[in-house]
């Protein structure tokens, strides 16, 4: 059974206080959703993202569920069993032969230690996470930070790589353009230490925006 746990509700506070822009956001959208999934390794949150990279949800979920059939009986394969299965099984789940490799690799670092259990995650601080896990193959800066949020519930991570977190500070400041992720980088220290709550508003915002331009 999956169990997600909501973050605190203090955010809210904390970022209309900051920012005005965010005060009115937060107003229409309501309190934050960001759920954590404390059952999930960081080695499963890995191979889950590079599943869903570039591709539509839905595909991935299809290609996720043929490479768990490749393994009955368990919720999730082992590193080990993954580094035992014939690549072309895997291609043949539907994965292009660089998701394999880079699945590949992020079950060889799990093997090694580089991927920590979350336990020890537990004691690390997110950049140290970071640069450990961005050596491997095909993992870059936001793939690890989406397992930060999403799998350890880190409260302060603001991805400025994410095309839906720079287009929600556009559209929340009414910019012409998006920030360069040095930019946003530098205007979100002032929603330090909630973040990563912040990052949650600013999708909200662009999905506002979004819908509003379909009508």
């Keep these: ?36 999934d404390v059952t999930r390794e960081p080695y499963e949150a890995l191979v889950r993202a590079i599943a869903f990279q570039q591709i ?18 368990v919720r999730f394969p082992e590193a080990e069993s993954v580094l035992a299965t014939e690549s072309s099984l895997l291609r043949g789940a539907g994965f292009s032969a660089g998701k394999v490799g880079a699945i590949r690799a992020i079950a060889e670092a799990t093997a090694l230690g580089i991927v920590p259990a979350r336990s020890e995650a537990a004691t690390l601080d997110d950049e140290t996470l970071i ?46 353009q998006q920030p360069r992720p040095r930019e946003l980088a530098a205007a979100g220290l002032t929603l330090s230490p909630f973040r990563s709550a912040a990052s949650w508003y600013l999708w909200r915002a662009a999905d506002e925006a979004k819908l509003k331009s379909a009508r």
Excluded: N
């Design 56 to 73: 539509h949800g839905r595909a991935a979920e299809a290609i996720l569920g043929r490479f768990l059939d490749l393994y009955p009986g």
């Design 131 to 176: 640069q450990r896990m961005v050596s491997i193959r095909g993992v870059g800066r936001w793939t690890v930070e989406m397992m930060l949020m999403h799998t350890l519930g880190r409260p302060d991570i603001l991805p400025v790589d994410d095309f839906g977190v720079r287009e929600g500070w556009r559209v929340l400041k009414g910019l012409a």
């Design 1 to 36: 059974m999956t169990l997600h746990v909501p973050l605190t509700r203090a955010p809210e506070a904390f970022l209309s206080g900051r920012d005005p822009d965010f005060a009115r956001l937060i107003l229409r959208i309501g309190p934050c959703t960001l759920r954590v």
